[in-house]
């Protein structure tokens, strides 16, 4: 099997390699906990990652898709942190459970929807330059939406989100967008093996937070587990609706489904973790919905990915035949 061709079926694997560390995590925690410390660096370089996929012409590109890519950042940063804040309600989670819901629901898309989009044969390109501008935004969009909709209920440090933000999205995604710019060779030998490297320490930040949380996740799995399940599927529905209200072309439909049904639950963990800690106890409880959110969106995108690949591939035999 050539290098490529393995390379892509490992990233592709990206809900395999997240549910069966976290399920590991439940059973053998030490296995995975060793990794906090490095929680916060592996978020950066997994932006990074994404930075240098990227160049100046991607955000151009904006200028010739306005509309998917509006539609997609208006349901990024509406639909997702509704649900979250109304389904933390009705399911009547604990505060740190319901806080942590609203945090990852305000996260911007995903670096593994652009996996997702390419398994799906949706429109990559868009998918890109939606993460890239969702991202950006976050550095303003996250600490505002989170202080607006749980700020009366536990304390939020708006200041310290941003800032948070802008170290581990904003620096990182910025450095690997001049590194493609100015070392495009080098750049060049390390794209292969960066998208791995993303799957990787993704799985790794979300199964390092299980193992620290272990009885807290069994404790609350069903209704916590729900939530995160609704939020998903909802931002899935809600995504494709909205691009199909707007009569936008089926890729497309696709592509803002799965970036507005899929966050950043890295960075949802990390921000947790440094402004969400309970000071009585010393342990952040919201950042377990974010780690079993990067766990749900990547089953149910990769569920909706091989439907839709399925589809077409239905229709291109009825063709054929």
Not at 23 to 31: D, F, H, K, S, T
Not at 189 to 203: C, F, G, Q, R, Y
Request: proline fraction near 6%; charge should be positive.
């Amino acid at each position: 099997m050539p290098l490529s061709r393995l390379l892509g079926w490992l990233t592709n694997a990206f809900p395999l390699w997240v549910l069966v560390m976290c399920g590991w995590a439940l059973v053998q925690p030490e296995g995975f906990t060793w990794f906090l410390p490095w929680i916060t660096p592996g978020l950066a370089v997994i932006m990074l990652g994404m930075g240098v996929t990227l160049t100046v012409e991607d955000f151009k590109a904006v200028r010739t898709m306005p509309k998917p890519v509006a539609l997609g950042f208006v349901g990024q940063y509406t639909i997702m942190p509704l649900l979250g804040w109304t389904l933390g309600m009705a399911f009547g989670l604990p505060t740190e459970y319901a806080v942590g819901l609203v945090l990852v629901a305000c996260c911007p898309g995903g670096t593994a929807s652009n996996v997702v989009t390419f398994i799906a044969r949706a429109d990559v390109c868009l998918s890109v330059v939606m993460t890239a501008c969702s991202t950006l935004a976050a550095m303003i969009m996250t600490p505002l939406l989170t202080v607006m909709l749980v700020g009366e209920r536990v304390p939020v440090d708006a200041l310290g989100l941003f800032k948070s933000t802008v170290q581990v999205v904003f620096i990182p995604v910025a450095v690997g967008v001049v590194l493609n710019r100015f070392f495009p060779k080098g750049v060049k030998k390390v794209l292969p093996v960066a998208p791995l490297i993303s799957v990787i320490v993704i799985a790794l930040i979300c199964a390092c937070i299980i193992g620290l949380r272990v009885e807290e996740v069994k404790a609350s799995a069903g209704r916590l587990l729900a939530a995160v399940a609704l939020l998903h599927v909802g931002g899935f529905a809600l995504g494709y609706g909205l691009s199909k209200l707007f009569k936008l072309p089926s890729q497309r439909r696709r592509t803002v489904s799965i970036e507005v049904g899929m966050q950043n639950s890295g960075l949802g963990v990390v921000l947790a973790n440094k402004h969400f800690v309970n000071p009585a106890t010393g342990i952040a409880l919201a950042a377990v919905p974010c780690a079993i959110s990067a766990v749900m969106h990547s089953i149910i995108g990769s569920i909706c990915a091989a439907y839709w690949r399925w589809k077409d591939e239905s229709a291109q035999g009825s063709v054929s035949d």
